[in-house]
Nanobody, 119 residues
Framework: EVQLVESGGGLVQAGGSLRLSCAAS????????IGWFRQAPGKEREGVSC????????YYADSVKGRFTISSDNAKNTVYLQMNSLKPEDTAVYYC????????????WGQGTRVTVSS
């Protein structure tokens, strides 16, 4: 059974930090890129960051560049999103997703973890 399980969300003050984890199982981790997405209340889901588990290449949305860092521990089949200098506008439910390199879209999604940044 494919599973993506996010953890690490919570309530933090503006300027603070959180580290999200995405633990993957049930598929060949090295064959997938892992992405982080977020959806704020009343807004569309947006891509935040992604990482290629094969070569470590990364992508960041402009809104998080310089503040968030994505990393992958292939031995643990886990991807992390270190979020620093958090802002109230980072408040959202954060989801991780897995996309096979041959797939045009993300194949598997986690259930999400809520991040709330207070001002």
């Amino acid at each position: 059974e494919v599973q993506l399980v996010e953890s690490g969300g919570g309530l933090v003050q503006a300027g603070g930090s959180l580290r999200l984890s995405c633990a993957a199982s049930g598929f060949t981790f090295d064959d997938y890129a892992i992405g982080w997405f977020r959806q704020a209340p009343g807004k569309e889901r947006e891509g935040v960051s992604c990482i290629s588990s094969s070569d470590g290449s990364t992508y960041y949305a402009d809104s998080v560049k310089g503040r968030f860092t994505i990393s992958s521990d292939n031995a643990k089949n886990t991807v992390y999103l270190q979020m620093n200098s958090l802002k109230p506008e980072d408040t959202a439910v954060y989801y991780c997703a897995a996309r096979h390199y041959g797939s045009p879209s993300y194949d598997y999604w986690g259930q999400g973890t809520r991040v709330t940044v207070s001002s």
